[in-house]
């Protein structure tokens, strides 16, 4: 121990990120519970920093507090649906509730599709990748969430008038955005990362999630005709879901029909891992323990184990494999060109968490795991198997030795990714991207959506 000890500090010193923190998380990357409550804790500080800061309207999530190199002052609508989430303050759901409905009634370019807003709550009249179809499915779930806890209370009056008035025109927040995902979701668009026009798998995840679930409200307040329109095409785009999965490379391809932004040529693309996390209703397809989804993972965290340098340093094994957006990617934080690279992701290395996290305890319930050619390689990677080969067709069942060591190797390698966020934090603070080559951070600092994405990573943790 006393040996690796040393061994790390000379490493670390020349990493320069020597700390206490730091050398705990090299040497053990496995999560106690109060640290967990810890980490959840201050990513909600500074996350709650960021929403409704001084000089914005109430209800405004600020992507980041960077106004320049890069300019993040904005309100997307995708990283406020996916912060307000898991912001449990009710004053500020109502707050970012008003000011949706604000934004969807103003005049903006690209109508509901419109990725993001002034901090006044004025339009952004610049050009941009428009629309962004993915914002109206987000931002219609964190509503509905709201919705059911306030008709839970019994407070009708509020989700009838603003949330769901179940009238068309609508002039309510939820109704309006699922109109236009019911009518939209066919419309070649915007990725979430703003740069590739096509059909998204990320996209239509979260749409037909939206569909699913608004569908039930729909029911609830007796819309009764536009809740079979919402289920009906929610069943439509789960039946398009499946032309993404590519049977010769045996993994989920994150965009068709792409008609220009960057190369995609590998077709990984951590946004099919991010469809799986968000999307809470049909999760039998494409859900965290898809088949599918696990060969996706397994061949996304491959690419970038061998992409960046900081993955290949064996002293750091302890260490989940630093995970960014795609291969491809040229976007380093600041600028996009042809001479630029960019680096792994904390939102995308905390969604790893998440995906591990939530398999294990999902495979618990089930009580029951049969490996598949297409798991076969993820499972084979956990290193609790510790290199041992698994055979396709066993069946290991609650109880079973091996089906053990998989769902508790789940959150071990979980813990892993955690520590990958952990080590490269600056403190606690976490931007956008961190560097591929000497691990600190870069890009937009203070990034909400890296505080919303750890923080719902470990919220999943089995205890
Ligand atoms: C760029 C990211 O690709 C996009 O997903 C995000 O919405 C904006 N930055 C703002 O954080």
Redesign the pocket.
Known sequence: MYIRKLIALAILSYATQASALNLDILLNGILTKPEVRKLVTSAQTLMTANISPAGTLPGTVI??PSQSMPD?YYM?I??AALTMEVVTDRPTLLNYADLSLKQQQGPAIAGLGEPKFNVDGTDFTGPWGRPQNDGPALRAVTAIKLANALIAEGQMSYVQTKLYDGRLPSQSLIKNDLEYVAAHWRDANVD???ESTGQHFYTLMAQRNALLLGSTLANQLNDTQAAAYYSEQAQNIEDTLPEFWDDSRGYILTVLDQTNGPNHDSGLDVSVILAALHSTQGEQTFGVTDDRILATAYNIQQAFAGLYAINQQSEFQNLGTAIGRYPEDQYNGTASTASTLANPWFLATAAYAELFYRASGEFKLAGEIEISDLNKPFFESLHSLNGATLNVGDIYRAGDAMFTEIVNGLVTDGDRFIARVRFHANGDSLSEQYDRDNGFEQG?HD?T?SYASLITALNARPQ
Do not use: G
């Open positions: 992507a980041s993040y997307w995708r990283d979430l990362w703003e937009a990034l959506w």
